[in-house]
């Protein structure tokens, strides 16, 4: 199965939706999460746009010479696309870019070799793999790692003509609580040698029960 296009409007349509009824999700959460703002919808439609524009032109992220895309989707996901706005982003993204390159344990040499190693993976599990390597510490992005994270699931999700991760009302709970448990586990430890078979279960069931092809184009 080959790569898939985005159904963009179907996909903006599902965010509003969280937004619009975020409150009451909140409550919900094992740990509540800071308000989903017309801003962060916006952020991450832009995000889609360009995991999008990738797919149609085929770009392959994790090829070499292109990490710097993956860096960008964490920009467009802080910051957007305004020029404003990404000039008042200057500084923070010089420190991300820092991270980003140079951390040895949780930088994207880290997460380049966690892939290679799971080649052979189904995607659901690759994908989910992947969200839980960004997420867990040291994380990959100084912020917006849950964000770029469903990001860059969606992305490999929809190269292989699956549907992308979208948050819905549906699977909003099911997305963040496990995400809460990731975030506070430190990569290659014992802990997270135990938990990670389980954790990559999870996620990559929840991925499948959340596939939807109304958010790929026909």
């Not at 995991?51 to 710097?68: H, M, P, T």
């Not at 867990?136 to 992308?164: C, D, F, W």
Request: contains cysteine; glycine residues 8%.
């Amino acid at each position: 199965m080959g790569s898939s296009r985005l159904n963009l409007l179907e996909i903006e349509t599902s965010l509003r939706a969280v937004q619009e009824d975020f409150d009451r999700i909140n409550k919900s959460l094992t740990v509540p999460r800071d308000p989903m703002t017309v801003d962060v919808r916006e952020n991450m439609m832009a995000g889609y746009r360009c995991v999008d524009d990738a797919l149609a032109g085929r770009i392959d992220f994790f090829e070499y010479g292109n990490s710097k895309r993956l860096l960008g989707l964490n920009v467009l996901v802080l910051c957007g696309v305004d020029k404003v706005k990404r000039e008042d982003c200057a500084q923070h993204m010089k420190l991300a870019e820092k991270r980003f390159y140079e951390q040895r344990a949780g930088g994207i040499g880290d997460l380049m070799d966690w892939l290679r190693l799971h080649k052979g993976e189904d995607v659901w599990r690759r994908a989910a793999g992947a969200y839980i390597h960004i997420l867990s510490q040291p994380q990959l992005y100084i912020e917006g790692n849950h964000r770029t994270g469903a990001l860059v699931m969606s992305y490999m999700l929809a190269r292989k003509g699956r549907p992308p991760f979208v948050l819905s009302v549906d699977n909003a709970k099911a997305f963040f609580d496990p995400s809460t448990l990731v975030k506070g586990t430190k990569k290659h430890s014992v802990s997270m040698l135990i938990r990670l078979p389980k954790l990559k279960k999870k996620f990559g069931r929840l991925l499948k029960e959340s596939a939807d092809m109304r958010f790929l184009l026909p």
